[in-house]
């Protein structure tokens, strides 16, 4: 009877001290919002006296110290982060996912733009694959995929130049149309979209 009474009493304890926890970082970010630096910092401080490994509370500090209202913020702020203690510390206590978000934010803007064009250059190459795996094997269920690839690409190299190639019907001596992505004719002069592959047709 002991054993199993006693974890429920550790357990309410805890479940009261999150909420404390959740409440205080609630107001704290409230406070950020509101550009109230003091309160928020003494919110954060409040939460850390609780929990003094949480690294949303000292990022919640950084964000008083440098004066940004919300931790995205931070990517923008003017000021060398790492340098200071609140990172430090964010860092430290951090789980790998969370410290890969808070590297982000310390990147300086040259080197933003540098992981950014790195990132673009990958997918591109990831999309330019399977082009050539849709052209070889006339697969379908590809088709899709690589024309929302290349939207997202926006500008980048020849995305639009290859978007607008495949999306664009060949007209046949009859009328009708070709797939120019997965190949397939005998499609309506009127059709918006193919009906093997399902990409929409763009004319030009
Ligand atoms: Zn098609």
């Known amino acids: 009877m002991e054993s199993t009474s006693k974890p429920s009493v550790t357990t309410n304890v805890q479940t ?13 970010q409230l406070s950020l919002e509101d550009h109230e630096w003091d309160r928020a910092y003494d919110f954060f401080e409040q939460v850390l006296s609780i929990e003094p490994e949480n690294p949303r509370a000292y990022i919640g500090k950084l964000c008083t110290e440098v004066k940004v209202s919300s931790e995205e913020g931070l990517a923008e702020c003017a000021y060398q982060i790492t340098e200071l203690n609140s990172y430090k510390r964010a860092m430290q206590f951090a789980d790998e996912r969370y410290r890969k978000t808070l590297e982000k934010y310390a990147l300086t803007p040259e080197e933003r733009r ?29 088709c899709k995929t690589l024309v929302d690839e290349l939207e997202q690409l926006g500008d980048y190299n020849d995305s639009q130049l290859i978007l607008r190639e495949i999306t664009n019907p060949i007209v046949g001596d009859d009328g009708l149309l070709k797939c120019a992505l997965c190949g397939r004719g005998s499609q309506q002069p009127n059709r918006t979209m193919c009906w093997n592959c399902g990409i929409e047709f763009r004319r030009e």
């Open 16 to 28: 009261s001290t999150s909420n404390q926890v959740e409440t205080l970082m609630k107001r704290a």
């Open 114 to 142: 540098a992981a950014y064009s790195e990132e673009k250059e990958q997918q591109y190459k990831i999309t330019l694959d399977r082009l050539e795996l849709v052209k070889r094997r006339q697969d379908i269920k590809e």
